[in-house]
């Protein structure tokens, strides 16, 4: 079966709809932190 690249995209969005918002995914770059009093220092 040929898809198009966004067939995959529309119908991710098609099961999100159906049962509801997933959490956003957190992408997290290789950078140097730690955990400040007020949040997160970078």
Request: proline share 7%.
């Amino acid at each position: 079966m040929l898809t198009r690249p966004t067939t995959h995209y529309h119908l991710a969005e098609r099961v999100r709809r159906l049962f509801g918002t997933a959490p956003c995914r957190l992408q997290v770059a290789a950078l140097p932190w730690r955990a400040a009093g007020d949040g997160v220092e970078i």
